[in-house]
């Protein structure tokens, strides 16, 4: 009965703060929906009894994306209205049939594959936290120290991106002085090399 | 009136179809990356509740996974709308037309 309370409003909820996100021409009320839209999403987790994915899920994405997702609000010009696209009806449609065939085909995967059987079976004399550790260091260690690699890959790309002569503003300059820093830098370079 | 696996499937998928929405509709490629982000969201509580209702933790690996992916997809995202902010004072899609598509 709870579950069951607890399931719907959290549904309405999320679906409520999406449609906020996505419908809305003020960026900053889409940014904070999005936010409120993350943590109603860790109550689903909890809810299922996965309490780990519930706690990184709070942590990492109202923690960090959303942090960065603020900083680049900040940083670019969000102050106006977002304007809308007005799309191609042919593409619209495509991309319609295709999400319905999708649909259809997440709705059906169940049904089919009835005999399904866990290869990891959730073992219930441990915590999930534990359960989760146990599984993550032993069958998926790989994708794991592949990730760690990938998000440290993410770090240094971020680093060289955003942080790359911060103290000039490459827009109010005009081209040639952009190609002429380029040439500075490219000499600095090579005397550099010898 | 028990919680079965297809509500979280109808759940996930209406969070979806709203994710599809916001990318066809969304001019701002800020809000575009909420549009994505809202996408991934959805395909982790889809996962999630594979994952408790056959009794496998599978399922919440790869809903970590994506969580991963996700935050790699934004600090590379922003690094690359920082510096095309930079050149051109916009974010907007249809600006980005230099390859003539």
Known sequence: MFEAVAFYLFAALTIGMFTITVMTSQALYA????????????????????????AIQIIVYTGAVMALYAFGMMFFDTTRNVVEKRTNPQIVFVLGVLAAVMVVAIFVAPIVSNNIEALYPINPTVGNSQAVGMVLFTKYLVPFEV???MLLVAMIGGIVLAGKKMDKSLTLMDEEEIAMMQRIHNRHQEKGEH | MEITLTHYLVLS???????????????????????????????????????HYIGDLSGQMFAFFIIAIAASEVAIGLGLLIVWYKRTGKIDLDQMNSMRG
């Open chain 1, 31 to 54: 940014i904070t929906a999005m936010a409120a839209g993350m943590i109603f999403i860790s109550a689903f987790f909890f809810i299922l009894g996965a309490d780990f994915l519930g």
């Open chain 1, 147 to 149: 990730a760690a690699v």
């Open chain 2, 13 to 51: 998928s209406v969070l979806f179809a709203i994710g599809l929405i916001g990318v066809m509709r969304r001019k701002n490629l800020l809000m575009l990356f909420f549009a994505t982000e809202i996408l991934l969201n959805a395909t982790n509580i889809a996962f999630a509740a594979i994952s």
